[in-house]
């Protein structure tokens, strides 16, 4: 995941460039990342999780999606890109600046690169958990088979 340091972006900026980008880009605080280009390892076991989820899943009314589904995430602004997200029920979307965004996951699955690995367990599980449908996170290691299962952290309400 790389960061453009010479260039801050507008939201509106990052919003049409997401739109007519063939790669997956986040927006964070004015910095645009590319989230394409993970490792054989990362699209192996990003592979592996939606099809034995998909399978899992298969006789119920619940869904798998890829990484290529945005994941509206109310305290990080406009949304982000999860490895793999799943719901059971209807799935809602949201349109976000011309592009769908997935309002109700349940479950959402990150495998761990070197470089977002601190990211995403860190400041990415607490804005997912502004999602109020979110239940579940899990994080999958490359180096070793390991995988790190997270609940939502109770509000209180």
């Not at 939201?11 to 605080?29: G, I, K, P």
């Not at 890829?66 to 979307?93: H, N, Q």
Request: aromatic share 8%.
């Amino acid at each position: 995941m790389a960061a453009n340091p010479e260039r801050r972006y507008t939201l509106e900026e990052y919003l049409e460039l997401d739109r007519t980008s063939e790669e997956r880009l986040e927006f964070r605080d004015g910095e645009v990342f590319c989230m394409s280009g993970g490792s054989q390892a990362h699209d192996r076991i990003l592979i592996n999780c939606i099809v034995h989820l998909s399978a899992k899943l298969d006789s119920s009314k619940c869904r798998v999606f890829s990484s290529d589904i945005r994941i509206k995430v109310p305290t990080a602004p406009p949304y982000r890109y999860g490895d793999v997200s799943a719901l059971c029920g209807e799935a809602k979307f949201e349109e976000i600046g011309g592009v769908d965004a997935l309002v109700n996951p349940q479950l959402i699955v990150e495998v761990l690169s070197p470089s977002t690995e601190a990211y995403d367990r860190g400041d990415k599980f607490t804005h997912y958990n502004s999602i109020p449908t979110l239940r579940e996170y899990l994080l999958v290691a490359q180096h070793r088979p390991h995988v790190t299962r997270l609940f939502k952290q109770d509000d209180g309400n």
